[in-house]
């Protein structure tokens, strides 16, 4: 059974920094996909940040770019979100995602091609 297990959401100010962090059992974290999403009151879930674990090719969304940073730590099947300069826009649920090798097309990652996905953790940047 995969299970993916996101850490590190909390309340900020604007400019402050997270780190958040997603566990992965059950599931080959070699080859494959792992993404963060997220998703304010009203509105869709939208990429953050994937990385493909194999290969560590990264991929951001254009208003994180710059001031996020995703890694992995293959010895713990980890990956980790590095949010620096964090602005009140960036408030919302903080998901964890994975998913196989075609996961990302041309440099876009939606939802729909993650297939599995955490709990989420809240994350909150005051003004």
């Known amino acids: 059974q995969v299970q993916l297990v996101e850490s590190g959401g909390g309340s900020v100010q604007a400019g402050g920094s997270l780190r958040l962090s997603c566990a992965a059992s059950?599931?080959?974290?070699?080859?494959?996909?792992m993404g963060w999403f997220r998703q304010a009151p009203g509105k869709e879930r939208e990429g953050v940040a994937a990385?493909?674990?194999?290969?560590?090719?990264?991929y951001y969304a254009d208003s994180v770019k710059g001031r996020f940073t995703i890694s992995q730590d293959n010895a713990k099947n980890m990956v980790t979100l590095q949010m620096n300069s964090l602005k009140p826009e960036d408030t919302a649920m903080y998901y964890c995602?994975?998913?196989?090798?075609?996961?990302?097309?041309?440099?876009?990652?939606?939802?729909?091609?993650?297939?599995?996905w955490g709990q989420g953790t809240q994350v909150t940047v005051s003004s």
């Open positions: 059950g599931y080959i974290f070699s080859s494959n996909c």
């Open positions: 990385i493909y674990i194999d290969g560590g090719s990264i």
């Open positions: 995602a994975a998913g196989g090798p075609g996961t990302v097309v041309a440099g876009n990652f939606v939802p729909e091609e993650f297939e599995y």
